[in-house]
């Protein structure tokens, strides 16, 4: 059984930064690969980031430059580092594992003023 836990989301102005953590529970995060996606209120979940199983990255073109996701296989924790924050970043945001079809309870993330 696997389990996902987001934490760090929070209050920030614009221009300002925070940390997501997702915490894997379960065994074998080495061998999956994480997502990150986010969702405000009337749109669909969208991409954000995601990292393989080797540590490769990829960003939707919105983030590109601003944020920035890392793994911990010791720690099973995956990471988002977000940087620049603009008040359309407000969303919540939700790991995801695709190997296990397994989503966090997300983390609201609130940019502004």
């Known amino acids: 059984q696997v389990q996902l836990v987001e934490s760090g989301g929070g209050l920030v102005q614009p221009g300002g930064s925070l940390r997501l953590s997702c915490a894997f529970s379960?065994?074998?995060?080495?061998?999956?690969?994480v997502s990150w996606y986010r969702q405000s209120p009337g749109t669909q979940r969208e991409l954000v980031a995601a990292?393989?199983?080797?540590?490769?990255?990829n960003y939707a073109d919105f983030v590109k430059g601003r944020f920035t996701i890392s793994r911990d296989n010791a720690k099973k924790t995956t990471y988002l580092q977000m940087d620049s924050l603009k008040p359309e970043d407000t969303a919540v945001y939700y790991c995801?594992?695709?190997?296990?079809?397994?989503w966090g309870q997300g983390t609201q993330v609130t940019v502004s003023s």
């Open positions: 990292i393989t199983r080797s540590g490769s990255t």
């Open positions: 379960g065994s074998f995060f080495n061998i999956y690969g």
């Open positions: 995801y594992v695709p190997g296990r079809s397994t």
